[in-house]
């Protein structure tokens, strides 16, 4: 973990790894190393869960729209979108090697879901909730097991 400062620090970072350590790796299944803010979106995602509400159902409805483009292709984009963003760093060509299709087709998903959604996903102002939502789901999958 990075970005710890001091003995304080140290100490909040093995408390936030203890809380959200078995939650992290189902949320970043390729990484083995975590920053400080994997772990804080993590955790914030781990009370946004145990809370529910309206504020869990504002971000998982950003993902609505996918169920909307029918069954097999909606879930085709929101794989995309879920590898691209939390496991590839936002890149298309990792996101390719991950998902082990061609980069093309990757860009060819990523404009699809642009459209989609009707934004840039890359752009500053919607990543952050698309990260939650994402993360979120990824969550789901985990606690409804």
């Known amino acids: 973990m990075t970005g710890i400062d001091?003995?304080?620090g140290a100490a909040d970072a093995y408390k936030l790894i203890g809380e959200t350590w078995s939650f992290v790796q189902s949320v970043f299944p390729y990484k083995r190393v975590f920053t400080k803010y994997e772990l804080v979106l993590v955790s914030n995602c781990i009370n946004i869960q145990l809370q529910g509400g309206y504020i869990k159902k504002n971000y998982l409805e950003l993902l609505e729209v996918f169920k909307q483009m029918g069954e097999n292709k909606g879930k085709q984009l929101?794989?995309?979108?879920?590898?691209?963003?939390?496991d590839a760093g936002m890149n298309s060509g990792k996101t390719a090697d991950f998902m082990d299709i061609h980069t093309n087709t990757v860009q060819y998903r990523l404009k699809k879901i642009n459209e989609l959604l009707g934004v840039e996903i890359t752009?500053?102002?919607?990543?952050?909730?698309?990260?939650?939502?994402?993360?979120l789901k990824r969550?789901?999958?985990?606690v409804s097991k």
């Open 6 to 8: 001091g003995t304080e």
């Open 78 to 86: 929101l794989d995309t979108l879920e590898t691209f963003v939390l």
């Open 123 to 135: 752009g500053n102002r919607v990543i952050p909730g698309l990260t939650i939502a994402l993360a």
């Open 139 to 142: 969550l789901e999958r985990v």
